[in-house]
Nanobody, 122 residues
Framework: QLVESGGGLVQAGGSLRLSCTASGRTFSSYTMGWFRQAPGKEREFVSGIGWSGYNTYYADSVKGRFTISRENAKNAVYLQMNSLKPEETAVYYC?????????????????WGQGTQVTVSS
């Protein structure tokens, strides 16, 4: 089970830090990812991190502004979001994948959280 937190309302240019905690003993075995879905749009990949935390990867639209990290001892993954834009208003989802090859498609992730709303005002 994955549970996200940290969403909220922020002004354009502001920052938020999302957290996702997982239940179970095998968290460190999973590649973790963040996706987002705006109203009327498809769910899109934002960022991912390998099981060790060494490999991180991002959608081009967030490179240089977002940072993903994880703490396996706490079964947690984080997404630090800086310089947020109004068009990034969406529900943000945490997801887990057994695939090691840096997955970016939603179908590669088998477990999902319920999502947390991020609203960026202009």
């Amino acid at each position: 089970q994955l549970v996200e937190s940290g969403g909220g309302l922020v002004q354009a240019g502001g920052s938020l830090r999302l957290s996702c905690t997982a239940s179970g003993r095998t968290f460190s075995s999973y590649t973790m990812g963040w996706f987002r879905q705006a109203p009327g749009k498809e769910r899109e990949f934002v960022s991912g991190i390998g099981w060790s935390g060494y490999n991180t990867y991002y959608a081009d639209s967030v490179k240089g502004r977002f940072t993903i990290s994880r703490e396996n001892a706490k079964n947690a993954v984080y997404l630090q979001m800086n310089s947020l834009k109004p068009e990034e208003t969406a529900v943000y989802y945490c997801a887990a994948s057994i695939k090691r090859a840096l997955p970016t498609t939603a179908t590669d992730f088998g477990s999902w959280g319920q999502g947390t709303q991020v609203t960026v005002s202009s």
